[in-house]
């Protein structure tokens, strides 16, 4: 059977920020040549007054009529700028008025109770999302385009219970995905999914995180075996560095999936951590563009390694990262004790972003906002075996990303020789573990010389 021509159009918040920008994404979306399947963030700043709002509703009324009138009037305003047909116009303004009359009275519930859980929180978020689909739907509409709401709760994309940072059981989202992406395809109607959530099996919403839309764009470009996802952004995509620390930085043309993947860990955090996985199987290659800019390439993410001969294709920061040293001279020596280590922090849903072990020492690279919790668990470890436990904090974690670096001899060396010029001290470095990247902890003080003097190495 000849494979349908879908490409996935992912636009942001950032691209959703008034009727110019609104404008301009209708337009790539109407010009485009194959089936385009849509998914949306919530318009710019709409995720963060949501959560503001649920933050300070406890108890006080004033506050949830202050959030309501700020989320109304935004979104009003928009609708207003960007639809002309008073019909279409009215229309959808009947639509955003239920939504966000939901949300006033899920508020006034936190403000009455003084009761917040996870998925009540996933659920208020959500409406962020369903808002702005509602909104670019009716856009389209009034540039003659039909287009329909798909609100992701709804169309079995089944998740974990993890509310507010879930994965997607793919499988399952397929299974029961499979006739109505049928159907849409048939029916020529560009369907606008909302971004950022699904719902566990009870049909309780969750969310995926900040920045969540960019993973569920992946999941529906999985769902509908797309042929290319597009993840639109105000800014270039991938850069050489973070251009808030260096100046001459490069967008970066082509990618391949585990430097897309190690990357979407550092820096500006371009896509969501997760984005390369539901489509990784598929081989379903995704493009990083610039609503302003809608004619430049952009990042090109494809499967397979691509070498390039510089090999180093960016310098990239976590700036959020604690450290923790697990001593004990037994350590090398003990079966299991990772394995334990592992099981007890994430039973408390910590994740352990990496770890470097030697004979008498265990290093646990986490959150920040993990860190203090992941101490207390490990201090109930201490004993025989564990002799000291110390906390790492004002670190900055590097990565020097690109195919190739293990196999071409020297770059490990470059990398130290360039930070030692600089006369810091590396806390700790790791290569090996990846094909395409390779770590390095330095003190937080020193990440932008540092950052430069590898970036001038290696890049230029
Ligand atoms: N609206 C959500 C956020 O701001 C999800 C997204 O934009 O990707 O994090
Ligand atoms: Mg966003």
Not at 53 to 71: F, M, Q, Y
Not at 209 to 218: P, V
Not at 222 to 243: M, Q, V
């Amino acid at each position: 059977m000849e494979k349908n021509i879908i490409k996935v159009l992912k636009f942001g918040g950032d691209c959703l920020n008034g009727s110019q920008n609104i404008l301009k994404v209708v337009e790539i979306i109407i010009s485009e040549k194959s089936f385009p399947v849509v998914v949306v963030s919530a318009m710019e700043g709409m995720t963060d007054l949501l959560i503001n709002g649920i933050n300070k509703a406890k108890g006080k009324e004033t506050n949830v009529s202050d959030t309501i009138s700020v989320l109304t009037e935004y979104h009003y305003n928009v609708a207003q700028e960007s639809i002309k047909n008073d019909k279409v116009f009215n229309k959808t303004i009947q639509e955003i008025t239920v939504l966000i009359k939901k949300v006033e009275r899920l508020l006034y519930g936190v403000c009455y109770t003084e009761e917040i859980t996870d998925a009540v929180r996933a659920y208020i978020l959500s409406y962020g999302e369903r808002i702005s689909a509602s909104i670019i739907s009716g856009v389209l509409e009034d540039n003659g385009t039909q287009s329909n709401v798909v609100e992701t709760d709804k169309i079995g994309l089944i998740t974990d219970e993890n509310y507010e940072n879930a994965t997607v059981d793919l499988e399952e989202f397929k299974r029961n995905f499979n006739f109505l992406a049928h159907n849409i395809f048939n029916s020529g109607v560009i369907p606008i999914f909302t971004g950022f959530f699904g719902s566990t099996p009870e049909g309780k919403v969750t969310t995926f995180g900040r920045g969540g839309a960019d993973y569920t764009a992946s999941v529906i470009a999985f769902g509908f075996d797309a042929t290319e996802l597009e993840i639109w952004k105000l800014d270039n995509g991938f850069t050489s560095a973070d251009p808030d620390f260096v100046n001459n930085t490069n967008v970066i043309e082509k990618l391949s999936y585990f430097e897309a993947a190690e990357l979407s860990y550092f820096g500006k955090k371009v896509l969501h951590p997760l984005t390369i996985e539901p489509i990784a199987p598929l081989e379903i290659p995704i493009s990083v563009k610039n609503l302003l800019d809608p004619k430049n390439k952009g990042t090109l993410i494809l499967p397979d390694a691509y070498i390039e001969e510089n090999i180093v294709k960016s310098i990239s920061q976590n700036e959020n990262i604690s450290m923790i040293r697990i001593h004990g001279t037994g350590i090398g020596y003990k079966p299991g004790l990772i394995r334990n280590i592992g099981d007890a922090l994430s039973a408390s849903n910590i994740n352990i972003f990496a770890t470097v072990s030697s004979q008498t020492t265990i290093n646990l690279l986490i959150e920040n906002k993990d860190a203090e919790d992941a101490v207390e668990i490990l201090n109930s470890f201490k004993g025989k075996i564990i002799e000291k436990i110390d906390f790492v904090r004002n670190i900055a974690l590097i990565a020097v990303i690109g195919e190739g670096l293990l196999k071409k001899r020297g770059i490990f060396g470059r990398i130290l020789n360039s930070i030692s010029n600089e006369k810091v001290n590396v806390e700790m470095a790791s290569a090996g573990a990846s094909e395409v990247a390779i770590y390095i902890i330095v003190p937080k003080d020193e990440l932008k010389e540092v950052i430069n003097a590898l970036h001038k190495e290696f890049i230029g």
